[in-house]
């Protein structure tokens, strides 16, 4: 978080003209973390000893910051096309995390709801984050008047390096959840 807003403050991840941009250096480099935790001793440990409902039940956090970050379009502080009520449909995935986290602590929902629902947020979060690559300063998609550079100050850089990490890694998880193994129990 302290080298993200460092790198926000100083101003270089508003190179857009170098190449490639430091912003998309910084993207590339939460993939990269994401998957390093999740495939780590502590993404197994995560993975395959935390419960299934408690890890959809994480990514509820999306639906306030959804909310928060609609409130930012209608200031003018982050470009419409990056909230609900543009391009952005990530607010399902945290509306229904507490629903299909209940369903599965319950044993009413099973493998398949976990992917299912797991396979739509891991999806919204993937356009949410094309929408705002689109609308940076580089590539301008959605007009002049909508371009995405408030999350290169500090805090809003949270948004990718935390946020975003958050909800990715989360989703990687309960992939790798229901799609894997866990050694550890498989040699007991």
């Not at 197994?44 to 299934?52: Q, S, T």
Request: with cysteine; hydrophobic share 55%.
């Amino acid at each position: 978080m302290a080298i993200a807003w460092r790198a926000a403050a100083s101003g270089v991840l508003r190179k857009w003209n170098s190449t490639p941009p430091p912003f998309f250096i910084l993207l590339v480099a939460v993939v990269g973390i994401a998957c390093l935790i999740t495939w780590s001793p502590l993404g197994r440990r995560l993975a395959f000893h935390v419960p299934l409902w408690a890890l959809v039940l994480v990514q509820l956090f999306r639906f306030p910051l959804e909310l928060a970050m609609h409130r930012l379009a209608t200031l003018g502080v982050m470009p419409e096309p990056m909230s609900y009520t543009g391009r952005n449909f990530d607010i399902l995935t945290g509306a229904t995390a507490l629903l299909v986290a209940w369903w599965l602590g319950t044993g009413r929902g099973g493998r398949a709801l976990a992917l299912s629902w797991n396979v739509l947020g891991f999806l919204l979060l993937t356009n949410v984050v094309i929408v705002a690559v689109l609308a940076t300063p580089r590539f301008q998609m959605f007009g002049a008047d909508h371009v995405n550079v408030f999350v290169t100050y500090p805090p809003f850089v949270w948004l990718p390096t935390v946020m975003v990490l958050s909800a990715l890694t989360g989703h990687l998880l309960i992939f790798r959840r229901l799609l894997g193994h866990d050694p550890a129990r498989d040699s007991s």
